[in-house]
Structures are given as C-alpha cells and as structure tokens.
C-alpha cells in the first residue's frame, strides 16, 4: 500500500521518473525486507534534474552565440589588423637594411650617398676622392680649444689686434683693396701691413697665393713658422690653405671651418673678424687702436680691458649695383667703393648718389640693431652700448677677445646660410655685451650670388658651374 501511494505521488509529480522510482524502491526494498528506505531527493529525480539543467544551458548557449556573433567579427578583424601590422613592420625593416647597402644619387647635386652614416661620394666623374661624412649628431662647441689660454690683462696697452677673415680663390682679388685700405706708415718708412690672418680655399699651394698676394700689394707673412708676434713686432697677412680638392661641394663652401682656420694663427689678444666682401675703411685700425707712433689711449682699448666679454660692433653699408646686368661689373663698382672708404666720401654716396645705404635693409635681422641713427652723429671712436638686440638673427663684424673662453664658428655649417648667425648666438648665450664704434664702419661689395646662395635660394636647381662655386653668398 506504502509503495503504490508514493508510485503515485512521483507520477503526479514527474512522469518521466516512473520506472527508475520503481526499480528503485524495488531495489531499496529487497535490501531492507520490505521496509521502505527515506529517499534523499525530493520529488524529482537527480536525472530529471540534470536533463533540465542540460537542455537549459544548450538553449542558453545558442541564445548567446546568436547575439556574440558580430563582436566575434569585430575580434577576428582586429586579429587580421594586427598581423597585418607586424607584416608590414617587418618588411619596412628589411627593405631600409637593402636600401643601405646600395648608393643612392642625389638629385641635383651629382653626388652619391648611403642612408645612415655612409659617406658622400664625388661631385662628378673628375672628382672621386671628395668625400664628406654625414653625421647623426652635432655637439656645439662652447670653447676654442687651438686658441690661448685666457688671461686676465694688466693694462690697455697690452691689447692688440688681428683683423681675420676667409676667402675662396675666384674672390681672392679683393685683398687688394683689403691690403690697401688696412696698412699703416711709419715715419720715414714706407707703408706696412696691419697683422692680419687670412684662410684660402683654393686648388693653389700656399707658394702661389702668396706670389699673388705680394703682387696685389699685400705684405705678407713668408714662413709658417713667424707665429710667435704677440703684437704688429712681426705684422704682415698670415696665411692659411685649405685644400679644395679635397672638401665639401659646389654648395658646400665650408665656410665655418675656414674661419676656425684662420682664427687659429692669430697670436694678438684680439681679433676683428670680417667677412672679405665687406672692405674696411681707411683708418679703421688706427681709429679702434689709436696712432702707433703716438700710443694713445682709446675709448676702445679702455672698453675692452673693462670687461673680456665686450664685443664691439663695426656698423656695415652696402653699395648697390651699378651695372644692371647681372655681370660681376667691377668697373662700375669699384670707383663707388673707392669713393665711400672715408667718412667724408661714405656721407657723399649716401646723400648725393643714393648708391649706398645700411647693409641688407630688406633683412632687419640681421644687422638692425645697430643703431645707425646714432652712428652717424656719433664721434670717431667712441663708444656706444646697444642696449637691446633685437632680434636672434642679430649678425654683425665684431672685435673681441680672443683666447678659449670664445665659442668658435661650429664646423657643421656649410655653405650659405646661418653660419656666421650661430656664432653670434653662441657668444650671447655666453654672456657677451655689444656696443657699437663711431667712425668705423665697413662696405658690402655687389658681387653676383655664390653657387651656395643659388642653392640656398633654389635647393631643386641642379648647378655645375663651377666658376663660383666656393664663394658663401
């Protein structure tokens, strides 16, 4: 009676259970007699349980396969994006490792190059053993270390002075008019050089450009080895070489470098450095130094003995062309330029011909702050501070100091453009004042513009002449 009220109560409640509840409790009841066992489980059976339990979760995963679907495309799409990416990496790493290995022209320039730190190869088929190296990193160089120890001065007398500059061979003519304008006469003597420190680059030996000079009128130094004058005891130009043949490129002068070069053969405390297309007046050396037969003390002297930092500025003008074509007319230039060496003449061409002016008005930059209003009422060798400099491009001829503590011209710079600028930022980040010089002042020659300039104007422009082609602007 026991058993068939429970069959029926497990009917009612599952059917599906009914024969394992029957086996069961007839299994159970063979075990115990005939007396019913107390079951664990309720009303269902553990399989009907699990059964559910299974088709719920098939049913649960098929529901949430359908929704997971398109975030499985977005997953698959970026796995497919990824591979891609670390594909295209790798082939970008051994196409630049085979482009290394091969020299790749350069367009425009004639000149073989290598990606990297591989060197650069001849200008033309004539020209194979030019080679330059490209370099990862430049280091700016804040001391001159081929220059003297720094010394502290004991008096202005003891200040002298070098005038410095650098100049390709087809401009090498305008030393002459250097030499002529930067001599000084003693009595009863005839006229003798100013020292000067020249650097040459050119093709010619240190012999033939030394017989070119003396022919122009230069007194020049003869033996490399008169390096010991510490003042105008030995005066006279000094010499310096730099082979063409063997640096840089048609649009490569290597400009910086040649003046360290001749910055290295000054033996004087102080230097004057000029560009040579910008021709001294008469007297300049006397007007910053004073008459050597009378050894006054100049405003000059006493300013730079004041402090070793002092920079002073000589103001610059330029001629303007005289010849409208674009031809090298020295016929027509030099007759203005011979007429503007003296203050007198200088006031003349400005007032009355119009043909001379401050240097590069159209670039106020570079040499306006200058203050030329100033200048011009200003006495011959006084000396005026330039409170402000106003612009970083700031880059006027200046005499200053010369031992280690000044930066030199950074090597790196070649060619036309920002050479000269960097040093004069260079001795503004060292603390350097500016002050300016009545009386003195220097002229722009209107030469044609340099192969570096055409280049710097039009760097697409492929130039293979070569008839200019180491001159800076």
């Known amino acids: 009676m026991y058993q068939r009220k429970y069959i029926d109560e497990q009917t009612v409640n599952g059917r599906n259970s009914l024969s394992l ?144 500059t650098q100049v390709s061979h087809d401009r090498l003519w305008m030393m002459r008019h250097h030499c002529d304008r930067y001599k000084f006469l003693e009595k009863g003597q005839q006229q003798q050089q100013h020292r ?76 004057l450095y000029l560009d040579v297309d910008f021709w001294p007046c008469d007297f300049l050396y006397e007007t910053l130094m004073g008459c050597q037969e009378e050894d006054t003390l100049t405003p000059v002297r006493e300013a730079l003995f004041a402090d070793p930092k002092q920079a002073l500025v000589i103001p610059a003008f330029q001629l303007w062309r005289r010849c409208s074509e674009w031809i090298d007319c020295r016929e027509e230039n030099i007759p203005n330029m011979e ?30 702050s200058t203050n030329y209003k100033a200048w011009f009422s200003q006495p011959p060798g006084s000396v005026l501070p330039i409170e402000c400099l106003q612009s970083n491009r700031y880059e006027p001829f200046v005499m200053v100091r010369y031992c280690k503590d000044l930066p030199p011209f950074q090597k790196a710079f070649a060619g036309y453009g920002k050479n000269k600028v960097t040093w004069m930022m260079n001795l503004v980040a060292a603390g350097y004042i500016f002050s300016q010089v009545g009386g003195t002042y220097l002229i722009h020659y209107p030469h044609l513009d340099s192969s570096s300039r055409q280049h710097w104007n039009n760097p697409s422009v492929d130039n293979n002449n070569n008839n200019n082609k180491h001159a800076t602007d």
């Open 21 to 164: 509840t029957t086996t069961s409790n007839a299994n159970a009841n063979a075990d115990t007699n005939g007396t019913p066992k107390e079951h664990s489980f309720g009303s269902q059976s553990p399989f009907s349980t699990s059964e559910r339990t299974r088709k719920r979760r098939i049913l649960t995963l098929a529901n949430n396969t359908k929704t997971s679907r398109p975030q499985l495309l977005v997953l698959c799409l970026g796995i497919a994006i990824g591979i891609w990416g670390l594909v295209g990496t790798w082939m970008v790493v051994e196409i630049r490792k085979e482009i290394q290995k091969q020299p790749m022209k350069i367009r425009g320039t004639g000149m073989t190059s290598v990606i990297g730190t591989m060197p650069l190869e001849g200008l033309d088929e004539n020209n194979k053993n030019k080679t330059d190296k490209r370099k990862t990193k430049t280091i700016f160089q804040r001391v001159s270390e081929e220059a003297p120890e720094c010394y502290e001065l004991e008096s202005p007398d003891e200040i002298t002075l070098t005038l410095v």
């Open 196 to 271: 000067m420190s020249i650097a040459v680059y050119s093709n010619a030996t240190r012999e033939e450009i030394l017989e070119e000079l003396k022919e122009m009128g230069c007194g020049v130094i003869i033996s490399e080895s008169d390096d010991t004058a510490d003042s105008n005891d030995k005066a006279g130009v000094e010499i310096s070489v730099l082979d063409a043949r063997t640096h840089g490129a048609w649009n490569d002068y290597p400009v910086n470098e040649l003046r360290n070069l001749a910055l290295s053969r000054v033996w004087t405390t102080h230097i």
């Open 339 to 368: 007429t503007a060496r003296t203050l007198k003449g200088l006031a003349y061409e400005i007032q009355n011909h119009k043909g001379i002016s401050v240097f590069d008005p159209t670039n106020l930059g570079g040499h306006g």
